[in-house]
């Protein structure tokens, strides 16, 4: 009955975290459309505008320079400079360049940019950029003029005030603000229906498995369909019609529900490429979005990235539950495979290495990668420097990886390798799942060995590693 009344709790909180599940995934992608929709109407505004300018000004530039008569006098080109800029409304000036030296301008508040002009005079040809001066954007073109082919000498400038764009920014972003909120309604209602519909059948278990440790074992569960969820009905009253003649039965029951986690966890990994992908795009483009728009995209493909990191976990750590986890070994250079896990995560320079040659052991390489990639890991994120890693061989082969930051709490030393434990709770937020040292465990026992944490006498914590040199590896 105890088992039962596990398994009741186990799927009541499963069908909770189902519904945080649907309820981030629907909250995430509203806000992602609304990024993306802010952007990409900003850019089409802009990128509109900014050709309109810059045809306009090679159009007026072309027709007031095509019949100037030589020599050019200052009076000449500061009617050039007059001629320009009106028509442009809210233009800040022009500037007219002969030789090099600026000899004519309409009224100018802004500073041209000196980079501008380096590639217009270098290359010959129209150019433009957008800069932005005491919060204001601003337009910047210029172009050289020329006589048919051949470059005239003379410059022409225009520095254009980008007003009613930033209003309309403004209008966009609030705009967008606005629509969040009737947007993140309905995408949590959404959510909360799918996941009402999902999660009926695992109501359904949750009752039978509460009536089953009430001592009804004749409860049964209806089988519709032939999803994982009825495949799951059928395994639960099979198991229900075996339970008073067996208690193994039960955890069988109990196996297929750790299973059924494992599976929702797949599940989860389609969606949660495509929204990697997606932040991926907006992290990339956030030096091209306003301060706030920019934070939040970065902030949005930080956090994918941890929920990435955490459903990759509990797969891992499901496969150890389900006694699921395949070793593939093979006769390996240990030193080689350490340096091969620092370089792969660019830790190399931060860690130093006191490794002993040609140490070959038997052992599953990828499981190794994650045991060191974990230890080193932890290590630099709540250690501090230097952070060492040491392998030496004996009578087993030992693999330290010690740092000289503060240690570990001595009420934290019996659980550090526990799930989802965090010695210091200011680190909630931090980007571990709270797996790592769990997972890491989990292999090197699979191996064989054991994994022990400790303070060092002159303070920092070591993390060992013991493997024994002939682990009888089982090629499963």
Avoid: C
């Avoid at 189902?18 to 850019?43: D, N, Q, T």
């Amino acid at each position: 009955m105890r088992t039962l009344r596990r398994a009741r709790v186990f799927f009541s909180g499963l069908r909770t975290r189902m519904v945080l599940v649907f309820l981030a995934l629907a909250v995430l992608s509203a806000l992602a459309a609304a990024v993306l929709i802010y952007s990409e109407a900003r850019s089409r505004m802009l990128d509109r505008t900014q050709t309109l300018l810059i045809d306009e000004f090679r159009a007026r530039v072309e027709t007031h320079t095509e019949n100037l008569a030589e020599p050019l006098g200052k009076a000449a080109l500061q009617q050039l400079a007059n001629r320009v800029a009106p028509g442009f409304l809210g233009a800040t000036g022009t500037v007219v360049y002969k030789g090099g030296e600026a000899v004519s301008s309409r009224r100018t508040d802004v500073p041209l940019s000196s980079a501008l002009r380096i590639r217009v005079t270098d290359s010959k040809n129209l150019h433009y950029e957008r800069v932005l001066v005491d919060d204001m954007p601003y337009l910047m073109i210029g172009t050289p003029v020329m006589r048919g082919t051949s470059p005239s000498g003379l410059e022409v400038y225009l520095t254009m005030p980008l007003t009613k764009e930033q209003s309309i920014d403004v209008a966009l972003g609030e705009a967008a603000r606005n629509a969040i909120l009737p947007v993140l309604t309905l995408a949590v209602v959404l959510a909360l229906l799918a996941a009402h519909s999902v999660l009926r059948p695992v109501r359904a278990l949750d009752r039978a498995a509460r009536a089953l440790a009430q001592g009804r074992l004749d409860t049964r569960l209806a089988v519709e369909g032939g999803d994982e969820l009825a495949r799951l009905a059928q395994t639960f009253n099979t198991t229900a019609a075996a339970l008073e003649s067996s208690v193994a039965e039960l955890r069988a029951m109990e196996a297929k529900a750790r299973q059924f986690v494992a599976d929702v966890s797949h599940e989860m990994r389609t969606p949660l490429a495509s929204m990697v992908t997606v932040a991926d795009v907006l992290d990339e483009e956030a030096g091209r979005l306003p301060g706030d728009v920019a934070d939040a995209a970065r902030l949005m493909n930080t956090e994918v990235g941890k929920l990435a990191t955490l459903v990759e976990d509990l797969m891992e750590i499901s496969r150890f539950d389900a006694g699921a986890v395949a070793l593939n070994p093979a006769e390996v250079d240990v030193a080689g495979e350490i340096g091969a896990a620092l370089r792969r995560r660019g830790w190399a320079g931060a860690v130093s290495t006191q490794l002993e040659e040609k140490v070959m052991l038997h052992l599953d390489p990828r499981r190794f990668d994650l045991i060191v990639a974990n230890l080193v890991g932890n290590a630099l994120r709540h250690g501090a420097p230097p952070v060492t890693v040491r392998l030496a061989r004996g009578l087993n082969v030992i693999v330290e990886v010690a740092d000289r930051g503060p240690g570990l709490a001595p009420e934290s030393l019996p659980h550090v390798f526990d799930r989802f434990y965090k010695a210091d709770s200011a680190r909630s937020r931090s980007a571990g799942s709270g797996l790592g040292l769990a997972i890491a465990r989990e292999n090197a026992l699979l191996h064989g060995g054991a994994l022990t944490a400790a303070n060092r006498p002159g303070g920092g914590a070591v993390f060992t590693l013991t493997l024994p040199v002939n682990a009888g590896l089982d090629d499963r």
